[in-house]
């Protein structure tokens, strides 16, 4: 069982910056591949990013690859998104997740076991 707290969000204006970070309780956080969704009213969960445990592969969906860094801290039991050059399509509640049984990354909202309760992130034009 893990408990996942995002924070970080926020207002930011166009082609700003944000840090996302999950913190997870648990030891067995450095066994979990991690990713990082977002969600916007009305439409489905959007993969953002992946991780696996222990930081050997990682992959971004093509909206945010050039934009955005995933990264872990296991001593830590800390998940981070850095997103820069945001944009206003960024507008999402983003949600970090744990998948207990993947041996690699995930893109698939379903293999996840875990998951936070969200952070807000607008982004203005």
Do not use: H
Not at 30 to 43: E, L, N
Not at 74 to 93: F, G, H, I, R, S
Request: glycine fraction near 8%; hydrophobic fraction near 35%.
């Amino acid at each position: 069982q893990v408990q996942l707290v995002e924070s970080g969000g926020g207002l930011v204006q166009a082609g700003g910056s944000l840090r996302l970070s999950c913190a997870a309780s648990g030891r067995a956080f450095r066994d979990y591949t991690m990713a990082w969704f977002r969600q916007v009213p009305g439409k489905e969960r959007e993969f953002v990013a992946s991780i696996d445990s222990g930081s050997n592969n990682e992959y971004r969906a093509d909206s945010v690859k050039d934009r955005a860094t995933i990264s872990r801290d296991n001593d830590k039991n800390t998940l981070y998104l850095q997103m820069d050059l945001l944009k206003p399509e960024d507008t999402a509640v983003y949600y970090c997740a744990a998948c207990s049984l993947c041996m690699t990354i995930s893109i698939e909202p379903r293999r996840y076991d875990y998951w936070g309760q969200g952070t807000q992130v607008t982004v203005s034009s």
